[in-house]
């Protein structure tokens, strides 16, 4: 009867190891997929998911089907890609209210833009969206706007700093 608990016990703290060995592979898969940024330029230098808030005015990274993201694949501004944060903001209130997050999105980034790019808004091929507050990150304290640029159906190459077309 001890012979068999004790066996019974070992089994346990083997089928316990080769569990904790399985998490802890499994969570070295899912860090695998975080982005690397270089040390000195903060620049991407390895791809990987990260999280919107993080996002950084330089940061490129690809398209979302959704229609609210939390995580956007981050990719060097090498590589091929569809967007790129060109400048940040702040949203100043107290109660969520779209049409004050567009006005000062129209203000703030399309105010931006010919600064980023080197030609006018109204010259470019290119265009600007926003990631913005949404009515359930705003009650989170969530006020930061990122403005991204990009030309629509082109993956870009490098950066659109100065590409004044």
Known sequence: ?????????????????????GCSQLMGLIADNQPVRDADTSEITEGGDLDVFTLS??????????????????????????????????????????????????ENCGGQFDVFTGIAYDQS?????????TPGSWEQGDRLVSCIIYEYGVRTVGTLAGAQR
């Open 1 to 21: 009867m001890k012979n068999a608990r004790l066996a019974t016990l070992a089994a346990l703290l083997l089928a316990g190891t080769v569990a904790l060995t």
């Open 57 to 106: 005015v330089g940061d490129c990274f690809d398209d979302q089907s959704a229609t609210e993201v939390s995580e956007v694949p981050v990719v060097p501004c090498t590589q091929p890609h569809d967007n790129e944060v060109f400048h940040e903001f702040i949203v100043d209130g107290e109660e969520f209210d779209q049409a004050t997050i567009d006005a000062a999105a129209e």
């Open 125 to 133: 091929v290119l265009d600007w969206s926003t990631l913005a507050p």
